[in-house]
């Protein structure tokens, strides 16, 4: 079963043991664009948001697919 969106980022958060305010203050972006991200509520965010996301988590855009085959 293949993660969303959401849990992936929950996961690699917890992993490094850090937070959506972390994740606000290192990406730039407000708390209140990231937590409905995170707790799924928004599904499809701008590219520009999941490219800091991918960058402060130093990861690729790719690692975020939900549907790899």
Do not use: H
């Amino acid at each position: 079963m293949a993660l969303t969106l959401a849990e992936k980022i929950k996961f690699m958060l917890d992993n490094n043991g850090k937070t959506i305010y972390w994740l606000a203050k290192e990406t730039g972006l407000a708390f209140g664009a990231l937590y409905p991200i995170v707790s799924g509520k928004r599904k499809y965010p701008s590219f520009e948001t999941m490219e800091k996301i991918a960058d402060v988590l130093d990861i690729s855009l790719d690692e975020f697919r939900t549907n790899k085959k």
